[in-house]
């Protein structure tokens, strides 16, 4: 298992927490040797009640495109909010952190 750990010192993700926590960012299978689909953290972190990041899939060749064009127009200048707030709108669909 991969964590980011954020600390209440730092912070961030949104938040200056008071505590420091984990947030999962991948898992291993070390005997399939690979490493989880997004899909499947996403279905480990709930299974087993672990923080994830929020999750934007883009499924269609449209969608991807668009966040190619995302990246290039907001990369080094965009801010937190105004990037998560494009990034709902442009993706297939969202799955929000814990």
Same mark, same amino acid.
């Given at each position: 298992?991969?964590? !980011?750990?954020?600390?209440?010192?730092? @912070? &961030? &993700? @949104? $938040?200056?927490?008071?505590? $420091?926590? =984990? +947030? /999962?960012?991948?898992?291993? #299978?070390?005997?399939?040797?690979?490493?989880?689909?997004?899909?499947?953290? =996403? !279905?480990?972190? &709930? %299974?087993?009640? /672990?923080? &994830?990041?929020?999750?934007?899939?883009?499924?269609?060749?449209?969608?991807?495109?668009? /966040?190619?064009? =995302?990246?290039?127009?907001?990369? !080094?200048?965009?801010?937190?909010? #105004?990037? +998560?707030?494009? =990034? #709902?709108?442009?993706?297939?669909? %969202?799955?929000?952190?814990?």
């Amino acid at each position: 298992l991969a964590f !980011e750990c954020v600390t209440a010192v730092l @912070g &961030h &993700h @949104g $938040d200056l927490p008071k505590r $420091d926590f =984990l +947030i /999962l960012t991948a898992v291993a #299978d070390r005997a399939g040797a690979r490493f989880y689909t997004t899909s499947a953290v =996403l !279905e480990f972190a &709930h %299974k087993f009640r /672990l923080p &994830h990041n929020d999750i934007w899939v883009y499924s269609k060749p449209e969608s991807a495109v668009g /966040l190619f064009h =995302l990246y290039d127009t907001t990369r !080094e200048t965009g801010c937190a909010t #105004d990037t +998560i707030l494009k =990034l #709902d709108i442009s993706s297939d669909f %969202k799955v929000s952190s814990m």
